[in-house]
């Protein structure tokens, strides 16, 4: 069964980081292309950026909200995944979810940013 | 960026009726490959999203039959067969033919 384990989420202030890791099992990670997404408090989806296989160069993609903000990373020894989150904005609080590339999604974590 | 646009936004459906979603793109969906990367979600009352449908018309593992996807180019319907309870929610139609992916406004379907 596949399962993906979000963790690292918290309240960080306006300015600030936050790396976020999702712990990957029950699938063949490393040749899988992964996705972060996340969901404002009462709003809709919105993909957040994406790491190819390193089979497919393990480039990643982001949208124009976080391009220059978000890196994400993994580590296939590990079977995690990773979004490392600078210069957090308000508006940047969601429920963030890792997925195997569009397939399945974890159940989220919270990251709230506020003064 | 694609601008996925999703009709009705909500809609209350009885039991065992039919119920169905459209989701229109601004843009084809149809990549140089030949496969039109559409998907559709379900996402349950305090759940993650969970896939029902990708590339337009395919079942994802473990989705009942009462569930199907057509559709091409720009124009795409989710059709529920005999609704059930379960089937609360709201749903989402996604593309990712083109960076970024993006999402539809979403659908809430509740029960009469």
């Known amino acids: 069964e596949v399962l993906l384990v979000e963790s690292g989420g918290g309240l960080v202030k306006p300015g600030g980081s936050l790396r976020l890791s999702c712990s990957a099992s029950?699938?063949?990670?490393?040749?899988?292309?992964m996705s972060w997404f996340r969901q404002a408090p009462g709003k809709g989806l919105e993909w957040v950026g994406r790491i190819k296989s390193k089979s497919a160069g393990g480039t990643t993609d982001f949208p124009a909200p976080v391009k220059g903000r978000f890196t994400i990373s993994r580590d296939d020894s590990k079977n995690t995944l990773y979004l490392q989150m600078n210069s957090l904005k308000t508006e940047d609080t969601a429920v963030y979810y890792c997925?195997?590339?569009?397939?399945?999604w974890g159940q989220g974590t919270l990251v709230t940013v506020s003064s | 960026d694609i601008v996925m646009t999703q009709t009705p936004l909500s809609l209350s459906v009885t039991p065992g009726q039919s119920a169905s979603i459209s989701c229109k793109s601004s843009q084809s969906l149809l990549h140089p490959n030949g496969k039109t990367y559409l998907y559709w979600y379900l996402q349950k009352p305090g759940q993650p999203p969970q896939l029902l449908i990708y590339e337009v018309s395919n079942r994802f593992s473990g989705v009942p039959d009462r569930f199907s996807g057509s559709g091409s180019g720009t124009d795409f319907t989710l059709k529920i067969s005999r609704v059930e309870a379960e089937d609360v929610g709201i749903y989402y139609c996604m593309e990712i033919t083109q960076l970024p992916y993006t999402f539809g406004q979403g659908t809430k379907l509740e029960i009469k």
């Open positions: 029950g699938f063949t990670f490393s040749i899988t292309w």
């Open positions: 997925a195997t590339d569009v397939y399945v």
